[in-house]
């Protein structure tokens, strides 16, 4: 039935402006704003809606995740623009707050809502 269907995700912030600048300017990723919602453009073509939402309480999970080539690069230039990773208990990370135990590496940060997002690359084979 949905099969076809070029579906999309979404989220909610608590201030649509802070949005617009962290996801256009600090991410560099295309926003664009139509009727009080942003679309986010990510690579792939895939589209992310950003929509506003009062008393916004943000997920306890990873919202979105970036993947990379080369995390610690990515990271610096993360820390370069102002953004703070994020470090939780039981998941021992570098000191660039890069996680590398288990899966993919994985760094943490959140935009100006709280959502939490990631960068994150592939274990070498």
Do not use: C
Not at 30 to 50: D, H, I, K, P, S
Not at 106 to 120: E, K, Q, R
């Amino acid at each position: 039935m949905l099969g076809a269907s070029e579906a999309f995700s979404g989220f909610a912030v608590d201030d649509i402006e802070a949005a617009q600048g962290f996801y256009g300017q600090t991410l560099g990723l295309r926003v664009t704003e139509a009727n009080g919602l942003l679309t986010l453009e990510l690579g792939g073509g895939t589209r992310v809606l950003v929509y506003p939402k009062e008393k916004h309480a943000p997920a306890s999970f990873t919202v979105l995740n970036f993947p990379v080539d080369d995390i610690e690069a990515a990271v610096d230039e993360l820390v370069s623009k102002g953004v703070r990773m994020e470090r939780y208990p039981g998941m021992p990370a570098d000191e660039r707050g890069i996680m590398r135990e288990g899966g993919p590496y994985i760094a943490w940060f959140t935009d100006p809502a709280g959502n939490v997002l990631s960068v994150l690359q592939d274990r070498p084979a």
